[in-house]
Nanobody, 129 residues
Framework: QVQLVESGGGSVQAGGSLRLSCAVSGYMYRGSGSGFCMLWFRQRPGEEREGVAGLHSDGRTDYADSVKGRFTISKADTENILYLQMNSLKPEDTAMYYC???????????????????WGQGTQVTVSS
């Protein structure tokens, strides 16, 4: 069974930084040959869940325009942990952040949440002005 567990959220002032982690366990390989996509989503109250940053197992990354130049997605392969380094945080970055994963070739930040079978429980990020 695949499990994703996020951590690292918290409260920070505008301009500050946080690093989110997503620990991945279990085996999700279905043999499609597409590789794996891991993506960070976020959801503000009353809004739809939106993709923030994606990382494919072949090394491709993609970011939403709203976070380009401020957020960096990476993965520690030896520990099977996905990271999201968030710098220059803004109040509009306040949201619940989720990591998601699935075996798929397309891994752009704009992917739909419905494209992913595996999800973490979320971690709250609050940025005050």
């Amino acid at each position: 069974q695949v499990q994703l567990v996020e951590s690292g959220g918290g409260s920070v002032q505008a301009g500050g930084s946080l690093r989110l982690s997503c620990a991945v366990s279990g085996y999700m390989y279905r043999g499609s040959g597409s590789g794996f996509c891991m993506l960070w989503f976020r959801q503000r109250p009353g809004e739809e869940r939106e993709g923030v940053a994606g990382l494919h197992s072949d090394g491709r990354t993609d970011y939403a325009d709203s976070v380009k130049g401020r957020f960096t997605i990476s993965k520690a392969d030896t520990e099977n942990i996905l990271y999201l380094q968030m710098n220059s945080l803004k109040p509009e970055d306040t949201a619940m952040y989720y990591c998601a994963a699935d075996e798929r070739r397309l891994c752009e930040a704009y992917r739909s949440p419905g494209d992913f079978a595996y999800w973490g429980q979320g971690t709250q990020v609050t940025v005050s002005s």
